[in-house]
């Protein structure tokens, strides 16, 4: 049996929450599936844990490959993700289909919830959302910096956020909020998530396996189902 140690963002998270079981019955070996938000995981690769997979934007692999630290063998696209906006299951659903709609919807809010600005891409772009609709000063206090999987999106579920904005998946696979929908089309950000085996890994040859195994067709409707869309790439 061998371990294979994954660390990826909270987007995934949904995903390997199911797949990850199947890997393991399928091959028996054991899958250490780690989350943190991208800069903990940058500063993890930079302390030198032991990792087997990273799964993170591929821009962020490519120069992972170009400094040596990701191979270039045995990588791969899997899935893209957009941003979108959560609130309280069995409240109002705001309108959110435009700009302005989104803007109404954020002005009204009590408590707007979305990942630090500095430790995750949908951080950066709901950061940047709120300033080009010219908010950030407006809700001032009432936004509140809280990652997904360090609470942001529970907040949304227990009332303490009104509205929040993070990946769809992360959304989607929470109990106690509803997806009011994908963030307009001009303020969105849609990330490539990809997977690539660490150079410095002891485990290789079942990390390009597993690898394989997560963009499989079963496996790419797992991630579908999860609020993903699979790149044209990979079809």
């Not at 579920?157 to 001009?186: M, N, Q, R």
């Amino acid at each position: 049996m061998v371990t294979i140690t994954s660390i990826a963002g909270g987007a995934p998270k949904p995903v390997f929450d199911r797949l990850g079981p199947l890997y393991e019955q399928r091959t028996g070996n054991r899958l250490n599936a780690l989350y943190d938000t991208m800069s903990g995981i940058q500063a993890r690769v930079s302390k030198g844990d032991a990792l087997d997979v990273l799964l993170m934007p591929v821009s962020m692999l490519d120069d992972y490959e170009k400094a040596g630290v990701v191979l270039a063998a045995g990588r791969a696209a899997l899935a893209n993700i957009g941003l979108g906006v959560g609130v309280k299951a069995g409240g109002t659903i705001p309108d959110i289909s435009t700009p302005e709609a989104l803007r109404r919807a954020l002005q009204v809010a009590q408590a707007v919830v979305h990942a630090p600005p500095t430790a995750t891409p949908s951080g950066a772009q709901s950061d940047k959302v709120l300033r080009e609709l010219g908010l950030r000063d407006e809700l001032g206090s009432r936004v509140q910096h809280i990652a997904g999987l360090a609470g942001g999106v529970a907040a949304i579920a227990s009332g303490e956020g009104t509205i929040g904005i993070f990946p769809k998946s992360e959304i989607v696979a929470f109990d106690g909020v509803t997806l009011a929908g994908a963030l307009p089309p001009s303020l969105q950000l849609n990330i490539l998530y990809g997977a690539g085996i660490v150079a410095a890994s002891p485990a290789a040859g079942p990390a390009a396996d597993f690898i394989r195994f997560l963009i499989e067709p079963e496996s790419r409707k797992v991630w579908t189902a999860c609020g993903f869309d699979v790149p044209d790439a990979t079809r």
